[in-house]
């Protein structure tokens, strides 16, 4: 066994501090990863915090890692030792279910093993995740990574990334067709720069006035502030598409009502609540209500080549793990522009 350091919390209402365990040795098809950095995610916090329910303790979140391999398995074939490597938001699924044959991994119907808060495919050994300073993973679940953009701002990408750029791929987002993107946080921000680098139109409809210059050095072309009166008045029947990135309650109405004939609200936020959806905001112009987990591995391979392409990276803040609670406490008030990574080397 490998003894590894990292950051747990014990319970819901305990601080994150530092915490000993052991991950496995690596095996003939497994990669160790030192990792150098890994991104906070508001999914960190509400896990941590128990506010969705069945969390797992001691928990050692983080599943947006990045680093370099320093061990790789005798069957390895994809990594050298030296290499850049990432990896996301899980690390095993069944691999033979329908879901898992078809790339969609993160929908496998046996059992999927993310990264933290979660177990192993014997679902008895439990994930911790990459607030720590190795991880060992089958190298069928780690990711290249380019070196040609800086390692930091990679990071959000195996969550915030592949979490905006699927459902863009699902509703074929591209020229000719106006997006918006509802919140301009960690996700939104991602989804701005990923929708405009496909050719579509953008605007962000956002609670924050103080944001509008943001999103315009994002790629937006356009931008409402919705808590304005009538600001979505002039918007009805315009969009092909609405990317939604809120994880507080809201109401879906008037956003369905933005959308044209046959357009896609593609929900990527998670209020903690049922929210209620008038059938006529659906039914009257044939509109989709959908909804997208992160992405399988071969697109969120896809998703690091393609930002590596266009150079598209997230906008981060690098901080020493001894901040992470205040980082915590930051990001609940959107205090980030627009997403923390841990520098693992102040572990």
Not at 56 to 84: N, S, Y
Not at 147 to 161: E, I, Q, R, Y
Not at 302 to 313: G, P, S
Request: net charge neutral; hydrophobic share 40%; with cysteine.
């Amino acid at each position: 066994m490998l003894p590894t350091r990292g950051y747990a919390t014990k319970s819901p209402a305990s601080a994150l501090a530092p915490f000993s365990f052991e991950r496995r040795e690596p095996g003939p098809r497994d990669v160790l990863i030192e990792i150098a950095y890994c991104g906070i995610c508001h999914s960190d916090i509400h896990q941590a915090r128990d506010e969705w329910g069945g969390a797992l303790f001691p928990m050692v979140p983080g599943h947006e890692i990045v680093g370099r391999v320093t061990r790789v398995g005798a069957q390895v074939k994809r990594f050298a030792v030296g290499d850049l490597a990432g990896v996301g938001c899980f690390v095993d699924s069944c691999r033979t279910c329908e879901s898992c044959r078809a790339g969609e991994e993160q929908y496998c119907e046996t059992h999927t093993a993310f990264t933290y808060n979660c177990t192993e495919m014997d679902n008895k050994t439990p994930t911790y995740g990459g607030y720590s300073s190795q991880i060992v993973v089958d190298e069928r679940y780690a990711f290249t990574i380019s070196p040609k953009l800086p390692l930091a701002n990679v990071a959000p990408l195996l969550c915030a990334g592949i979490t905006t750029y699927a459902p863009l791929r699902q509703f074929k987002v591209g020229p000719g067709q106006r997006i918006a993107v509802v919140g301009l946080g960690g996700l939104g921000h991602m989804g701005v720069k990923l929708a405009a680098s496909m050719g579509a139109e953008v605007t962000v409809l956002s609670t924050s006035r103080s944001k509008e210059q943001d999103a315009r050095r994002l790629g937006a072309q356009h931008f409402v502030a919705t808590n304005e009166p009538g600001a979505l008045d002039a918007l009805a029947n315009r969009f092909h598409g609405i990317l939604d990135t809120v994880s507080a309650p809201h109401d879906l109405n008037a956003y369905l009502n933005l959308l044209r004939r046959d357009g896609a609200l593609m929900l990527v936020g998670a209020p903690p609540q049922p929210i209620p959806v008038n059938a006529f905001s659906l039914i009257l112009k044939r509109r989709l209500l959908a909804g997208s987990l992160i992405g399988g591995i071969r697109q969120t391979q896809e998703m690091l080549d393609y930002c590596a392409e266009k150079r598209i990276t997230a906008d981060v803040e690098v901080i020493p793990i001894q901040q992470v609670e205040a980082a915590y406490e930051r990001t609940i008030k959107g205090d980030v522009r627009y997403r923390f990574v841990i520098d693992m080397k102040t572990l």
